[in-house]
């Protein structure tokens, strides 16, 4: 296998020196979703009504038939009532309503998904679902792969705010034959730019800890474009030491459309600096970590009956990670921090053309991935400046290129509707020839109230550059390190009829080769290698009530209540202990309500999530294991709306419960938080 081949702690938006390589054209994935939502869990069946109605503001009296739905967990979009995958969405009024202040909390509520924070406020998170590492899900915004390369700790560096996400959709279970490579256990799609008027919004926040935030953002169509454009800032002392954070974000998405086609522009900046207190280590409390990225992607669909969509973009993100942030503190071993900056660029097409026996797909992307760092790649024959940096030098390099095609089929007879398809891969990084991974979702309707839906996936997760290079003092990369595989089936039913919405279900999942960190118990040093066999078994349900629909009254207005259980058997040898792999969440239950308060335009929203993780970790001051212990988290907000003007007051951990996500990194007790948002028509 042939492999030749942050920042300083103030800056501004522009950046210094850039440094560019040829790139190998590039693979994103597929075609700009309308998904909708399908079958597992809702949040609330008002948010999903208002989702595909696309209003401007959820309304209970929205009406729409689900069965009629356009979803695009296939390569070609199909209708809710055909399609046999678990996806789950939330809808922009389900946001708003939310106790939560970035993406990495919001997501926190969703069944299947685990999410460890080592920050609030979207300093940085883990994700995972259905029990997955943080490397095995694809993030994607509006259609675009937005996956980092270097590291899954980087997955939600995204430059967009809140307010201006519409949508988040999410697919769970294997999906690289419809999103390719490292969808290994689903795929999160954040959506903007839906709203159907000419708007202005904006928002400011206060809150404990020298909490503050500011965004400001509009909608606006000129001629046939529709522009909408974001910008934020936020910051906070932190709630302990080192825990501070500072970040910005501009976002332009511009959609133009003549006839039967269309073009999409995205343009994003962001940036973030945090004190990364433990992030990686509890020896080392006073981490700091800068990053910025940015992003740009043109995407177009044409065609009538044969729909025609071609897509490029390309990703640059900067990380500068200090292991000590006062240099005069460092150890005398410290030779100076670490400097990374990857490069991906990509293009993709996707081809759905319908004829009498069904609607078949086919098409290819190719997706280029380069890192230059100090730390990560292979030797460079010249060193090179860090961009945007007064001191710091990339010594090394590292580029692979991802090439897949696919064809997909899709079919209706009678009540039950396949969809069958088939991605082959290359990657230049693996030393494999092309790889096959067929999958298959079926669904069936019993009658207009009872859904029956099962699937069959093989998938596929690339290691990280963090996995194959990475050295530290506590840490170890391994640059022989395989690619993951899995193969997976998931069933469920679901029952839906006047205002309730039910789901049960269950999947096992069989991967091999998965990459962890972990290392034998007496041993100082954790490396990366593949895990023989990891065998998952989930259990899934969720139930909603719509209660203004079931019992018409003036207080309770809907209740979500959403439950998972995983069990996992590992073949590890005797005494591993696992940093990422094998730290699951066991149980996860979530409940949500919403009511009034019996004043006018007054609503309360709670949120109570508990959760129980298996696994252990280990005690910086003693060596020893100690094992994850079960918390339950309790969030609420109360919002006043009038017109085009809401304020807010929200509590998140309101029992002041103190745990942590990942070993000994607490994270915040009872935080207060005020806010006021204007969000008007023109």
């Not at 590492?133 to 705010?161: I, K, R, Y």
């Amino acid at each position: 296998m042939n492999r030749k081949c942050s920042l300083k702690n103030q800056f501004g938006l522009l950046f210094k020196h850039w440094r560019h390589a040829g790139y190998a054209i590039f693979s994103t994935l597929h075609h700009q979703v309308r998904i909708g939502v399908l079958g597992l869990s809702y949040f609330t069946t008002l948010g999903v009504y208002s989702t595909f109605a696309q209003a401007d503001t959820d309304t209970i009296q929205t009406k729409i038939k689900l069965n009629e739905v356009e979803v695009s967990a296939r390569r070609a979009p199909s209708l809710f009532s055909e399609v046999g995958r678990t996806v789950t969405v939330l809808s922009r009024g389900q946001i708003e309503n939310l106790p939560v202040q970035s993406v990495q909390a919001l997501l926190r509520q969703l069944p299947g998904l685990d999410v460890r924070e080592r920050g609030p406020l979207g300093a940085q998170a883990d994700i995972s679902i259905r029990g997955g590492s943080f490397d095995q899900v694809m993030v994607l915004l509006n259609g675009v792969n937005m996956t980092d390369p270097q590291t899954g700790h980087f997955a939600l560096d995204l430059p967009v705010e809140m307010d201006n996400i519409d949508r988040v959709e999410v697919i769970q279970g294997s999906a690289s034959r419809v999103y390719g490579p490292n969808a290994f256990n689903g795929a999160i799609n954040f959506i903007t730019g839906l709203r159907s008027s000419d708007n202005v919004r904006a928002s400011v926040m206060t809150g404990s800890h020298g909490l503050y935030a500011m965004n400001a953002g509009f909608s606006l169509k000129t001629g046939a474009i529709r522009h909408t454009f974001s910008v934020g800032k936020k910051a906070t002392d932190g709630y302990i030491d080192n825990t501070d954070l500072a970040a910005r974000n501009l976002f332009y998405h511009g959609t133009l459309k003549t006839g039967n086609e269309s073009v999409s522009l995205q343009l994003g900046y962001s940036e973030k600096e945090l004190g990364a207190n433990a992030f990686y280590s509890a020896a080392y409390p006073n981490q700091f970590e800068a990053n910025r990225t940015l992003f740009g992607s043109l995407s177009m669909e044409s065609g009538t009956r044969i729909k025609i969509r071609p897509k490029v973009y390309w990703r640059r993100h900067h990380d500068r990670f200090e292991l000590f942030r006062n240099y005069e503190e460092a150890a005398d071993w410290y030779t100076g921090h670490n400097y990374h900056m990857t490069d991906v660029t990509g293009a993709s097409v996707n081809a759905s053309i319908p004829w009498s026996l069904g609607v078949t797909s086919l098409g290819g992307e190719v997706r280029s991935e380069t890192v230059w760092s100090n730390v990560l790649g292979y030797e460079m024959d010249m060193p090179m400046d860090v961009p945007g940096e007064s001191v710091g030098q990339f010594t090394r390099t590292y580029n692979r290129v991802n090439t897949s095609v696919f064809l997909e089929h899709n079919f209706t007879v009678y009540k039950l509707n396949v969809s069958a398809g088939l991605l082959a891969n290359h990657n230049s990084g693996t030393g494999y020839d092309v790889e096959w991974f067929p999958g298959v979702d079926v669904s069936y309707w019993f009658n207009d109230r009872l859904k029956w839906m099962a699937a069959y996936n093989e998938s596929l997760r690339l290691p990280t550059f963090t996995d194959l290079f990475y050295n530290g003092p506590t840490n170890v990369g391994n640059a022989s390190l395989k690619p993951e595989e899995a193969t997976a089936i998931e069933t469920g039913l679901r029952y839906r009829y006047r205002g309730v919405d039910i789901y049960l279900g269950g999947f096992y999942r069989k991967g091999t080769d998965l990459i962890d960190w972990g290392r034998q118990v007496g041993e100082s040093v954790y490396t990366t290698s593949n895990i023989n066999e990891v065998k998952t078994f989930g259990f899934e349900s969720s139930a909603t009530l719509d209660i203004d629909k079931i019992w018409m009254q003036n207080w309770l207005r809907n209740l979500t209540v959403s439950y998972n259980r995983l069990w996992q058997e590992k073949e590890v040898p005797d005494g591993y202990q696992s940093v990422y792999v094998l730290n699951h969440l066991k149980h996860k239950l979530n409940v949500g309500l919403e009511h009034g308060l019996g004043v006018k335009n007054v609503s309360t929203r709670w949120n109570m999530l508990y959760r129980d993780r298996e696994g252990s970790y280990t005690v910086s001051s003693t060596g020893l294991q100690k094992s994850y212990e079960p918390v339950w988290l309790t969030d609420v907000r109360i919002t006043w709306r009038r017109s085009f003007v809401s304020v807010y007051g929200e509590v998140s951990n309101l029992m002041d419960v103190s745990y942590a996500d990942l070993g000994e990194l607490r994270q915040p007790g009872r935080w207060f938080r005020l806010g006021l948002k204007l969000d008007m028509n023109l």
